[in-house]
């Protein structure tokens, strides 16, 4: 091939033959090559190889694919497709556009529902994620599962002794409840008078509660009656011999005559409240020959 010498082509440029009109004549076309890089230039006595030669599509190779379409492409069926497509949606053209209507607000919603689906996909990303962390803890936990299975087989016959034994006492326990209903529900009915008579005289009897001036039932007029800083208080008086010396004539000329007195009795000995004693003197029976 003889090319002018203003014609600039690198050497892995590419040759393609074919013809310009229907009845037109072949030409070839050389151009840069599109899937790599151009590399050196085209020179006398280059050499162009197979490799990089195709052809364009002749006339009868067109006529025959087409000839091919129209007789046995499927370019032959769009009349029966479009016939059945007809006769499916015939007097059903309403259902179709609202079928047509409810696929475009469903799509509408699934577009608005985008955010949401995203964050449940990168919320499942994340839960795989934590399920990754976790590996260790669920190998260890697959290792021990089958343990513990192993322990309830041989545990089997214990575990269904104790299931036996339960319904035995459930049996026992409904058919004592059954023998036992009417004599509960008459004793329940006997109750309900002494209850409702302690509900009459509960007003009374939280007013008679009051009598003791204590919480809580205080006395309603306790600040009429008593004065001072005390109440409930236990008292105890002291009136032996050996009390009312040390209290009153301590200092005088009758100091110690009643303690004197009390020693004769022997009222001191082993009797409170006197150091000597170990009782309440006041209640100890008298003794004939005390004093002796």
Do not use: C
């Amino acid at each position: 091939m003889r090319l002018n010498g203003n014609v600039d082509l690198p050497a892995n440029a590419t040759a393609k033959i074919g013809q310009t009109s229907l009845l037109g004549s072949p030409h070839i076309e050389l151009a840069s090559p599109t899937d790599v890089a151009p590399v050196g230039e085209l020179h006398d006595g280059s050499l162009i190889p197979l490799s990089a030669g195709s052809a364009y599509p002749t006339t009868e190779q067109t006529l025959a694919g087409l000839s091919t379409l129209l007789n046995g492409g499927g370019l032959g069926q769009i009349q029966d497709i479009t016939r059945e497509f007809s006769t499916a949606f015939a007097g059903r053209e309403q259902d179709l556009r609202n079928l047509i209507d409810q696929i475009d607000l469903f799509i509408a919603h699934l577009n608005d529902q985008t955010a949401d689906i995203i964050g449940a996909t990168e919320s499942l990303n994340d839960l795989a994620g934590q399920f990754a962390r976790q590996k260790p803890v669920l190998d260890t936990a697959l290792r021990t599962i089958p343990e513990a299975l192993s322990v309830l087989q041989v545990q089997r016959d214990n575990l269904a002794e104790v299931v036996d034994r339960l319904g035995e006492f459930s049996s026992l326990a409904a058919d004592s409840a059954d023998q036992t209903r009417e004599a509960v529900v008459q004793e329940l009915k006997d109750l309900g008078p002494v209850l409702e008579s302690l509900a009459n005289a509960g007003p009374a009897l939280t007013r008679s509660m009051s009598f003791f001036g204590t919480f809580p039932w205080p006395y309603e007029t306790l600040d009429k009656w008593w004065r001072g800083d005390y109440a409930n208080v236990s008292v105890v008086i002291d009136l032996t011999l050996s009390r009312l010396d040390a209290g009153l004539f301590t200092g005088t000329r009758w100091e110690g005559d009643l303690t004197e007195l009390e020693l004769q009795w022997g009222r001191t000995i082993g009797q409170m409240p006197s150091p000597y004693t170990a009782g309440n003197p006041l209640i100890v029976p008298y003794q004939g020959d005390q004093g002796r």
